[in-house]
């Protein structure tokens, strides 16, 4: 019990962060708003599977 | 309400006289089923431009908001000690942080394809309205979850946030180290404003129809409520 106690108070280490000039980012933060910015435009420019609906016709 | 015999309440209700009624109840109905043209509380068929995976991030967003709720309601169970110190109290709590970081990435890609497609237009400017409380509402309700963790990492972000508040004059009455008050925020207050606000945005969505692209018919402009396939 002690030892998850000990587990749970230990600092959440913040991770390597990229600077340009005023603007300091995680590269965790930055990786996320990267991959959603790539899924908006997969999202975009992928085909949408037809309904099986469609196809009958 | 109107006494009816059971024989023949099926009938009544259906009947012109009901709909007619002044009851409470017979206007709650009315209301009720008018805040949607019939046949639009689920939907079976859409236009086709909603075959788009730019339309999915809405309901994508919905459904990791249930998951949310469900995690949390189970997280509510154990408690604190219980999410920190048992595997499964470990899971839930991971399955509840991952639920709210798919909620907030959905909900901004949605929020993105809906503001380059302007779908304020065709008189849904109190559905983006609404979407963007739930947005606002969502993030506060995420903030006051970062305060509840009980680790130092809560305390840290609480104690910073303290400042900030303090120097706009509210610390009092919205005190971030208060960890009973933002229990209780996260956990009753902001779920309900939250809901609430989600409530009425997905009524004025299925009220007023998707917004189609920039450029293509809407099928509720002409004044008929029924979508086209």
């Known amino acids: 019990m002690i030892t998850q106690f000990l587990a749970v108070s230990e600092p959440v280490p913040a991770g390597p962060v990229v600077q340009w000039g005023w603007v300091t980012i995680t590269v965790a933060n930055l990786v996320v708003i990267l991959a959603m910015i790539v899924v908006f435009v997969l999202a975009l420019v992928l085909p949408f599977p037809a309904s099986h609906e469609d196809e009958d016709r | 309400m109107s006494r009816v015999p059971v024989s023949e309440r099926s009938s009544s209700m259906e009947s012109p006289e009901h709909r007619g009624s002044n009851t409470w109840t017979a206007a709650l109905t009315r209301w009720v089923e008018g805040l949607v043209p019939k046949g639009q509380w689920l939907p079976d068929r859409q236009p086709a431009y909603v075959a788009s995976w730019i339309y999915v991030f809405g309901v994508a967003c919905l459904a990791s908001l249930v998951v949310i709720i469900v995690s949390g309601l189970v997280l509510t169970l154990g408690g604190v000690t219980w ?44 559905t983006w309205a609404t979407g963007a409380l739930a947005f606002f509402g969502s993030l506060g309700t995420a903030f006051t979850g970062y305060l509840i963790q009980t680790n130092f990492d809560s305390q840290w972000i609480s104690t910073q946030a303290k400042d900030g508040l303090n120097a706009a004059g509210i610390g009092a009455y919205f005190n971030v180290m208060n960890l009973g008050q933002m229990m209780l925020w ?44």
């Open chain 2, 186 to 229: 996260h956990v009753s207050l902001l779920p309900l404003v939250v809901g609430a606000i989600v409530t009425v945005h997905l009524v004025l969505v299925r009220r007023r129809g998707v917004a189609p692209p920039i450029g293509a018919t809407d099928p509720t402009a002409s004044g008929s409520q029924e979508p086209e396939s």
């Open chain 2, 83 to 126: 999410w920190h110190t048992s595997s499964v109290g470990h899971f839930v709590n991971s399955v509840h942080l991952w639920s709210v970081e798919l909620f907030f990435a959905t909900m901004v890609i949605h929020l993105w394809g809906k503001f380059f497609m302007a779908s304020w237009r065709g008189n849904r400017g109190l």
